[in-house]
C-alpha cells in the first residue's frame, strides 16, 4: 500500500499565485506589445474574461500534459487521478474550469461539503487530488548535502 500525501491549502495557494502573477506578467507584456501598434489595434487582448481564459488554457494544458504546472513545479505538488497516477486533458480541463473562472465559489463548496477532504468541488467533479511529490535521488545515487 503505497502513502500519498495530499497538499496543503497553503502550498496549493503560493502554487497558484505563482501561476497567476506568471500568466499575467505574459498577459500585460502581449497586451503591451499590441498597444504599441495602432494598426494591430483590432487584436484586444483586455476583454472580460480574458485573463481567466488564459489561466484555464495554461493549467488544462501544463496539468493535462505533466501533471503541474510552473507554481506547482516550484512547490512539490501534482494534480494526480484518486490513486496519484497521471490524468489526461478532459480531467485537467475539468478541474482548471473552476480553478480558472470560479474560484472562489469552488474552494467555499470544497470546504464547506467536504471538509477535511482538501478537495475543491471540481477535484471532486473531475476525480482529482492535489499531492505533495517527492524528489527523490535516481536509483544508484546519493547526494551528499554539505553542511554550511
Avoid at 500500500?1 to 501561476?19: Q, T, V
Avoid at 483586455?46 to 481567466?52: E, P, R
Avoid at 488564459?54 to 484518486?82: C, H, N, P
Wanted: glycine fraction near 10%; proline fraction near 3%; aromatic fraction near 16%.
Amino acid at each position: 500500500m503505497e502513502n500519498i500525501h495530499l497538499a496543503k491549502w497553503e502550498s496549493r495557494f503560493w502554487a497558484w499565485l505563482i501561476d497567476v502573477l506568471l500568466v499575467g506578467a505574459l498577459y500585460a507584456g502581449v497586451a503591451g506589445f499590441f498597444g504599441f501598434f495602432p494598426k494591430l489595434s483590432f487584436i484586444r487582448l483586455d476583454g472580460f474574461g480574458v485573463h481567466g481564459v488564459l489561466m484555464f488554457f495554461y493549467w488544462a494544458l501544463f496539468e493535462g500534459y505533466t501533471g503541474q504546472s510552473i507554481g506547482k513545479m516550484a512547490l512539490d505538488l501534482k494534480v494526480t487521478d484518486r490513486i496519484g497516477g497521471k490524468i489526461d486533458f478532459k480531467k485537467a480541463a475539468l478541474e482548471s474550469f473552476g480553478k480558472a473562472f470560479l474560484l472562489p465559489l469552488d474552494c467555499l463548496i470544497g470546504w464547506l461539503a467536504m471538509p477535511g477532504s482538501k478537495l475543491r468541488l471540481f477535484n471532486r467533479v473531475s476525480n482529482t487530488i492535489v499531492i505533495k511529490t517527492k524528489y527523490e535521488e535516481p536509483e544508484g545515487i546519493t547526494y551528499i548535502k554539505e553542511k554550511e
